[in-house]
């Protein structure tokens, strides 16, 4: 037990002193939340632009279509009224950004109108901006004067305007705000955990194949030390960085998600501080699951490279149950609780969505990752201790 | 003093060793001299238990490496041609890593360290980590570190490979100290050279079989040859793996 903490310090001073190690835990500490900071910010910015900036629209020819442009102001746009523009002049103005779209009235309009023909107006939109929201309000106000003056005409005619709407369509939509948030915050979730397994990759490879690059771990072999306890030492030195690293980045994006106005696209984070602290807890055995499953694929490899492309692989593993199960849509289940990532996943988000987890969802997250970070532990010193490895080294 | 008698071990179908027994005793330098491929670093790991041996005994002082591996390491000092160096812990911290292993008291690591400081020249090198050491600073820590806890017994294996003078000749000063103070030497080499130089006492080993042992002038005697090492080829039975 005492040499276990031996090798435990020893393996902390190296990787305090690995830039490398320190840099990963910095950048995915902090990277993480500030991705997502920068998403959520992007989303809620996008969903509700159309609600917040004023709407101008280009008008030519409005003394054609002085109701028009009533039904478009009512609409809350903002009307600029413009003499005749070619294609060229109309192009270079929407490159500008200031205006949504053009509206052209045909100088013929009028007679065209007073004959009964379809009058011409023209919509000149930029669909590669992302003004969608804008232009769609445009043309539902377009077509909102148009039905009116239809219906005007049937009743002058001495027909009834609901000849002309056969079928009244009427949406309702059931989705609640959380259930149609559930499968992005779900994977945005699901990626907080994978970091613990970025986190503690460099110093897992480090004690375990950099020792055997550097031909160390033959001369710490042949010290009074058992295979378990080195074993321990590195893993437990492993973790704890993930550990540091895993509650950082909690702390951050609980932060953040606390202060994004996440109702306004129908989101919910309904974490309090308590709950954050019994996430950060229960976390630990996540950590403790990565590193040693990072140790244990770790120490087959002869040199640092060789890890690296090894791991690179066992890196992508706890990223399927984040990214892959959210797309499936399924429902919570207590099998979830049994998989390590997938079970802190599943737990996070249905804390965020305001739900009471049980105690035995909590107690089955918690000794699930424990239970496989074992198993990883009982391998790592079994091969630790073989003759096989030991040649190998 | 170390014991072995009849010792095989087989990896696969292949004989590392197919018979070695040997006895080397306290307070003298015993040379394993082998070609390549002799067996010799096999024995070294069946000595501190990292290997099992298939048949025979081991004795380290009368205990058995097989059964208390813990125990005959804690009184072994290793050495390899590979000085596995922590780049980034300074020489002290080194120092300290291994000797606490031992089990070593802070006190005594502190007196052990002081005096290895002033046996090896350590003292511009001491709190410096040791990415960029030379290949002489590099042995230096390495001879510190195996024999601060004064191990009853050291195993070197080639341990002069890829050594300068100067190096060679800390390494010289070390032996000769631990001799003094009684311990148990055994050094695994296939230099006749340092054979000649440091050994009181001979082991020839070849295909894993112990072919005879004595002082280096014993073998000559045997042999009836005047030099150790035309004796050492006509006892290993061929010139290939071996250096002057």
Redesign the interface.
């Known amino acids: 037990m005492?040499?276990f903490w031996?090798?435990f310090a020893?393996e902390v001073?190296?990787t305090l002193?690995?830039r490398r190690a320190l840099a990963m835990l910095g950048l995915f500490a902090v990277m993480y939340p500030a991705l997502l900071w920068l998403m959520m910010t992007k989303i809620i910015n996008d969903a509700t632009k159309a609600d917040r900036e004023t709407t101008e629209i280009v008008v030519i020819g409005a003394e054609h279509v002085p109701t028009l442009i009533g039904v478009i102001e009512q609409n809350g746009m903002t009307v600029d009224r413009r003499a005749d523009m070619n294609e060229e002049e109309i192009t270079a103005l929407l490159g500008k950004r200031r205006h949504a779209a053009v509206v052209r009235v045909a100088p013929d309009f009028t007679s065209d109108y007073a004959s009964m023909r379809p009058g011409r107006i023209e919509l000149w939109f930029d669909s590669a901006r992302d003004e969608r929201a804008k232009v769609r309000r445009l043309k539902s106000a377009l077509g909102a004067y148009s039905s009116t003056i239809a219906q005007a005409r049937l009743l002058a005619h001495g027909v009834s305007p609901a000849a002309l709407t056969p079928v009244r369509l009427q949406e309702y939509d059931t989705a609640s705000g959380a259930s149609r948030s559930a499968n992005l915050i779900g994977m945005m979730l699901g990626m907080f955990f994978v970091t613990a397994f970025l986190i503690s990759l460099n110093t897992a490879m480090d004690t375990t194949a950099g020792e055997r690059e550097?031909?160390?771990?033959?001369?710490?072999?042949?010290?009074?030390?058992?295979p378990a306890e080195l074993i321990a030492g590195k893993w437990i030195a492993t973790s704890s960085l993930a550990v540091v690293g895993l509650t950082i980045e909690l702390l951050l994006a609980h932060v953040i998600l606390k202060w994004t106005p996440l109702e306004e696209i129908g989101m919910a984070w309904s974490l309090g501080y308590a709950d954050l602290a019994l996430v950060c807890l229960i976390s630990i055995p996540l950590c403790l699951f990565a590193a040693a499953i990072e140790i244990a694929l770790a120490m087959n490899a002869r040199s640092f490279k060789e890890a690296q492309t090894m791991m690179s692989f066992a890196v992508l593993v706890p990223m399927i149950p984040a990214l892959v199960v959210p797309m499936l849509d399924l429902k919570t289940a207590e099998w979830m609780y049994a998989v390590p990532v997938l079970a802190h996943q599943t737990l996070l988000n249905e804390l965020a969505k305001g739900h009471a987890v049980p105690a035995l969802a909590w107690l089955a997250t918690g000794a699930s990752s424990l239970f496989y970070a074992g198993l990883a532990v009982a391998f790592s010193t079994y091969r630790l201790k073989s003759?096989r490895y030991?040649?190998s080294v | 003093m170390i014991i072995t008698e009849d010792v095989r071990k087989k990896?696969g179908s292949v004989d590392a060793l197919a018979s070695v027994s040997f006895t080397a005793q306290d307070g003298q330098t015993t040379a394993l001299l082998g070609p390549n491929g002799a067996g010799k670093t096999t024995l070294l790991?069946l000595l501190?238990g990292?290997?099992?041996r298939d048949h025979g005994n081991i004795s380290v002082d009368g205990v058995d490496p097989a059964r208390d591996?813990?125990?005959v390491?804690?009184d072994?000092g290793?050495l390899?041609d590979?000085?596995?160096?922590?780049?980034?812990?300074t020489t002290r911290?080194h120092l300290d890593?291994?000797a606490?292993?031992?089990?070593m008291a802070k006190a005594d690591i502190r007196r052990r360290t002081d005096e290895a400081i002033a046996l090896l020249g350590l003292e511009d090198i001491i709190d410096r980590?040791a990415k960029g050491f030379s290949q002489g600073q590099r042995i230096k820590v390495a001879l510190a570190r195996t024999l601060l806890h004064r191990p009853r017994h050291f195993l070197l294996d080639e341990p002069s490979r890829g050594l300068d003078v100067m190096s060679t000749r800390a390494l010289r000063r070390v032996l000769a100290t631990l001799r003094e103070e009684g311990s148990c030497i055994i050094m695994a080499t296939h230099v006749m050279q340092e054979v000649t130089h440091l050994c009181d006492d001979v082991i020839v080993i070849a295909r894993g079989r112990t072919v005879a042992q004595g002082s280096p002038r014993a073998l000559c005697e045997q042999t009836g040859i005047a030099s150790l090492e035309d004796a050492f080829v006509s006892l290993v039975g061929t010139e290939e793996g071996i250096a002057a």
């Open positions: 005492k040499r031996i090798v020893k001073t190296e002193r690995d550097r031909r160390s771990l033959e001369l710490l072999l042949a010290q009074p030390v058992h003759e030991v040649l | 990896f790991r501190i990292l290997l099992q591996p813990i125990r390491r804690r072994i290793f390899t590979q000085f596995g160096l922590y780049e980034r812990l911290e890593y291994f606490k292993l031992h089990g980590r």
